[in-house]
């Protein structure tokens, strides 16, 4: 089983104050479904977590 995580972050060149995040998951091979399918809803509630705390630092203006 393979488990990989994975943050894009674009900015689209003309509005460079506009910035998306996508947090994802993936897990693949012969288990990856089944575990995938066991732990979906504490995976959901960690990337929740991530993207709450991502959004509130982006936010944070520093200093």
């Known amino acids: 089983m393979e488990l990989s995580t ?10 460079v104050w506009e910035v998306g995040v996508e947090l994802k998951v993936v897990m693949s091979g012969a288990l990856g479904a089944v575990v995938g399918r066991f732990y979906r809803k504490l995976t959901e509630q960690y990337l929740g977590l991530e993207a709450a705390g991502l959004k509130a630092r982006a936010e944070t203006s520093p200093g």
């Open 6 to 15: 994975r943050i894009d972050v674009a900015a689209p060149p003309e509005r």
